[in-house]
């Protein structure tokens, strides 16, 4: 359905509905930056690195959403000018309709044409969602049917090409997933108990003369979910069938033809007081995109799958300078630098000490301990023609990261609350970003909030770096003041202190401000961005260094 189409569908749809009121609604978001020069920043041979050509930039999304009766209709414009902010996807460029959909929805069907977003089961085989920190936007352009003709069961059907840009991709997607819950057939009154099955596939033409491939990759997966009383635990097992591996970025391996599978485990529980969560995965080459060449691509452009890295996710600034990216990718090609997947997970638990109590005191303590770890695949590894490898499934081979942390939350009294966090990482850059090194890191980090009334509180923040190599210590400051609900001030700094070139001991600092009123929030921002990794929800984007004023607005209606 192209956009042409669309709008005269829309305007169809209005006219038969003329007589009846339907409802508005939406949102503008703009995030905009004005670069500037900063002789801090020094390229490879020290030289100054000159802010972009048009050093103003700016993301805009205008969304509008009409709904009357059964039907829904949105459309969302999308501006990047004059270039879009530094490092995303070169395809967003100019203005124009981002995405657009027509949705038709009753208790027992729900049908979608045009754009849209899905996830089968934990998303390892199909996720597409919208993420505009990142600048992912991998809806499914095509059409969904959802049949749900009983409260146990759920079958979701599309067919689709994903979005790459203001285009989409060669790639045809499609897929099903069905979902029972067994517990209301069972009449398990005490239990939830939920079964679901899914499958993926994608059919693309190469260039590929003579492929030992198929055009179709076919996805298979299963999944469990039960829970009763303050227990829990869910498993998910996928399959890809064989396909060309992508090493080297823009080269399909007509040789190297392998499948792929996934394996997630997670086991809780949790009442007052207190809970303990653990996870459990491994991967062995699962990384799907629309289109075969798009692996390997630092925009995420593409992505057909969720694989985001299980680990804490941490908010001081300098416990995510060095934080774990997933490793679902096949690289064979050079004998000292050699993984198929990854294997590992993480432990999670918390308690409250009751209030009264010796440790708890008037108000309660809370104590949080988290620790994860992730090694590459134990195998066997042929670098030379024909290339090929064997792994063994529960064997933990070369270790790529680990954290553990614990952290204390304490409050005083009615105004004065404390957090103190320790951390202790190792990062081994060599194969988690295929460069060189291994870094070992405790950081140490103290906060203070004080709450002068119910609406006006100061929050302070010191955090402390301690690293054997790569950029060595740093230390970072942060001063949060919220007056009211409406306006917040801060004020920041990371200092890389301990850098072994006194060239690049740069001080990364903020100021800035933001205003709420109803459903809207302005920020305006000066300072310098670290370069490195910006995550959300375990999925991370790189971002270069730079220094300039940066404005948001964000609305809803």
């Known amino acids: 359905m192209n956009k042409k189409i669309f709008l005269g569908f829309i305007l169809i749809t209005f006219n038969l509905f003329s007589q009846e009121k339907g409802v508005f609604s939406g949102g503008f978001e703009s995030n905009a930056q004005w670069y500037l020069n900063d002789p801090c920043f020094l390229d490879e041979f020290y030289n100054p690195v000159s802010h972009p050509e048009n050093p103003l930039r700016s993301n805009s999304y205008l969304l509008l959403n009409y709904k009357i009766k059964n039907w829904s209709f949105g459309i969302q414009g999308e501006s990047y000018l004059q270039d879009a902010l530094l490092n995303y996807n070169p395809k967003y460029e100019k203005v124009n309709i981002g995405t657009y959909f027509a949705q038709y929805k009753n208790e027992k069907i729900d049908v979608t044409a045009g754009y849209f977003y899905e996830q089968f089961g ?11 920190a990142l600048g992912i936007n991998n809806s499914l352009r095509g059409i969904r049917f959802i049949y749900k003709p009983t409260n146990y069961f759920t079958l979701k059907t599309l067919y689709g090409q994903q979005r790459t840009g203001f285009d989409v991709s060669k790639g045809k997607i499609f897929g099903a997933d069905l979902e029972l819950a067994l517990s209301d057939v069972l009449k398990m009154e005490n239990s939830d108990l ?9 059919y693309e033409k190469t260039d590929i003369v003579d492929p030992n491939f198929d055009k179709l990759t076919m996805t298979y997966g299963g999944r469990v979910n039960y829970s009763h009383s303050s227990f829990y635990i869910s498993s998910e097992f996928d399959y890809k069938s064989k396909d060309a591996v992508v090493q080297v970025r823009n080269q399909i391996d007509n040789n190297l033809i392998k499948s792929g599978n996934a394996l997630l485990l997670n086991v809780g529980y949790s009442k007052k007081g207190f809970g303990v969560d653990g996870t459990f995965r491994r991967l062995e080459n699962m990384s799907f995109y629309s289109e075969r060449l798009a692996k390997g691509n630092q925009y995420n452009d593409m992505i057909l799958n969720y694989v985001p890295s299980l680990t804490k996710q941490h908010h001081y600034n300098l416990a995510n300078i060095y934080v774990y990216q997933a490793q679902p990718n096949v690289i064979i090609n050079d004998a000292s630098l050699v993984k198929a997947g990854e294997i590992g997970g993480q432990i999670d638990l918390f308690y409250n000490f009751k209030k009264g109590s010796k440790i708890g005191g008037k108000y309660g ?3 949080a301990v988290n620790y994860s770890q992730y090694h590459g695949l134990a195998g066997t590894f042929y670098i030379y023609s024909p290339q090929d490898y064997s792994t063994e499934f529960l064997s933990f081979g070369k270790k790529y990261f680990s954290d553990a942390n614990l952290e204390i939350t304490k409050k005083w009294d009615e105004k004065w609350q404390t957090v103190f966090t320790y951390i202790n990482q190792y990062y081994n850059k060599k194969f988690v970003e295929e460069t060189y090194g291994e870094v070992k890191t405790n950081i140490i980090g103290a906060e203070a909030i004080y709450k002068f009334n119910p609406t006006h509180s100061v929050r302070t923040q010191a955090e402390h770096m301690w690293a054997n190599s790569d950029k060595k210590n740093w230390a970072a400051l942060l001063a949060e003041f919220n007056f009211g609900t409406k306006y917040t001030f801060y004020v920041s700094d990371l200092y890389n202190y301990g850098n072994d070139d006194s060239r690049l001991r740069h001080h990364y600092f903020s100021v800035g401000n933001s205003f709420r009123y109803k459903s809207t929030r302005l920020s305006l921002a000066y300072g310098r961005q670290r370069g490195g990794l910006v995550c959300v929800g375990g999925v991370c984007r790189f971002v270069p260094e730079s220094t300039g ?7 809803s209606f």
Do not use: Q, Y
Request: proline share 0%; aromatic share 14%.
């Open 122 to 132: 934990s998303g390892l085989l199909l996720r597409t969602w919208e993420d505009r």
């Open 194 to 202: 939920t079964i679901g099955f899914n499958s993926v596939g994608r």
């Open 365 to 367: 303590t809370k104590v």
């Open 549 to 555: 004023f940066s404005f948001s607005i964000n609305t």
